[in-house]
């Protein structure tokens, strides 16, 4: 990586710095290098979005398929209860 001589102020809350100087503390960095490895790092965010639009696919049909099947049970539960009232009145 090339010689680290230019400076970049930013005007940040005092909440970001601090969150700023948390996530470096967390990682073993500095702020500065937190920010270069951030920015410099290659996109994987949309790999992960397209990843996590795929789950949510997958758990969207997932439910709807275990929806369906709830209501066909509970179908088949009351078909059978409505049957078994109707043998009793008829004993």
């Known amino acids: 990586m090339a010689v680290k ?3 970049i102020t930013i005007l ?4 970001f710095k601090a ?8 990682e073993g960095v500095s702020v500065s ?4 490895e951030r920015c410099m ?10 990843l996590l ?3 949510v696919e997958q758990v969207n049909i997932s439910t709807s398929k275990a929806r369906n ?5 509970l179908r088949d539960a009351n078909k ?3 049957e078994l009232k109707a043998s009793r009145v008829a004993s």
């Open 33 to 36: 290098e937190l920010i270069r």
């Open 41 to 50: 790092k290659p996109a994987t965010s949309t790999k992960d979005e397209e």
């Open 69 to 73: 099947s709830l209501s066909k049970g």
């Open 5 to 7: 001589n230019e400076r």
């Open 80 to 82: 059978v209860l409505k």
């Open 19 to 26: 969150f700023l100087h948390g996530e470096a503390t967390n």
């Open 53 to 55: 639009k795929a789950l």
């Open 12 to 15: 940040a809350s005092t909440e």
